[in-house]
């Protein structure tokens, strides 16, 4: 049972570079999100999607890209990389519901990524 | 809106103490509310949760109960192990959307 697979583990990037963390779901969920994980600050939504096509910020979306073009995968894109966006980083992955209630939400091993 | 304050950590017990972590949440709606647990080195994943007022969820020894008169999810343990050594993060989502809304963590430290 592969869930929500991330792609890489471990990353270091120079100030300034772009990249792409990739993120695949293999459970048919509509609703996909990254997060980023910070020391002393628990997780943060960066972007989200309810379906293919359809995306949508969080609380700290400023330098990150995200697209949905299959219901599968999830990008997240860093477009100019800074030493603030060093983080973890999880994807995560959960069944829309129209009733919102008992949906579990399912998570990557998360991205290191350092930025130097 | 919809939020979740949890006791911030670390905690330190000693093996077989008992293990009580705070949760409370604001939320419009009925949310439904979970914890995660997170092992050094991997991501969540889901430990309990409940989906209405006076539910109790458990699973590997760990309970706890939706109170809505006093918007808690609090979590307990009996007797912790040292394998019980982890972040734990309470959760809810809403039954208006589909964001899910995390606390900011607890660290567990279990000692022999």
């Known amino acids: 049972n592969a869930g929500v697979t991330q792609t890489p583990k471990f990353q270091v990037l120079k100030t300034g570079q772009s990249m792409t963390l990739q993120c695949a779901q293999d459970m048919n969920h509509e609703y996909m999100s990254w997060y980023r994980q910070d020391p002393g600050m628990g997780l943060r939504l960066i972007h989200y999607s309810v379906g293919a096509g359809i995306t949508d910020q969080g609380e700290v979306p400023n330098g990150y890209n995200v697209s949905r073009s299959t219901t599968e995968d999830f990008p997240l894109r860093l477009l100019s990389a800074a030493p603030s966006q060093t983080s973890v980083y999880f994807c995560?992955?959960?069944?829309?519901?129209?009733?919102?209630?008992?949906?579990?939400?399912?998570f990557g091993e998360g991205s290191w990524l350092t930025v130097v | 809106g919809n939020s979740v304050t949890q006791m911030e950590g670390p905690v330190t017990l000693s093996e077989e103490a008992f293990l009580t972590i705070n949760c409370t949440y604001t939320?419009?709606?009925?949310?439904?509310l979970f914890w995660y647990v997170q092992y050094p080195g991997e991501g969540l994943q889901l430990l309990l949760k409940a989906t209405k007022a006076d539910d109790k969820g458990s699973n590997k020894g760990f309970e706890a109960t939706y109170r809505k008169e006093t918007t808690s999810f609090h979590l307990e343990k009996g007797s912790v192990q040292v394998s019980d050594s982890a972040v734990y993060f309470c959760a809810l989502t809403s039954n208006t959307g589909n964001q899910f809304y995390f606390g900011t963590g607890t660290s567990l430290t279990v000692i022999p």
């Open positions: 995560a992955s959960s069944r829309l519901n129209a009733q919102g209630t008992g949906n579990t939400i399912y």
């Open positions: 939320a419009t709606g009925y949310p439904s």
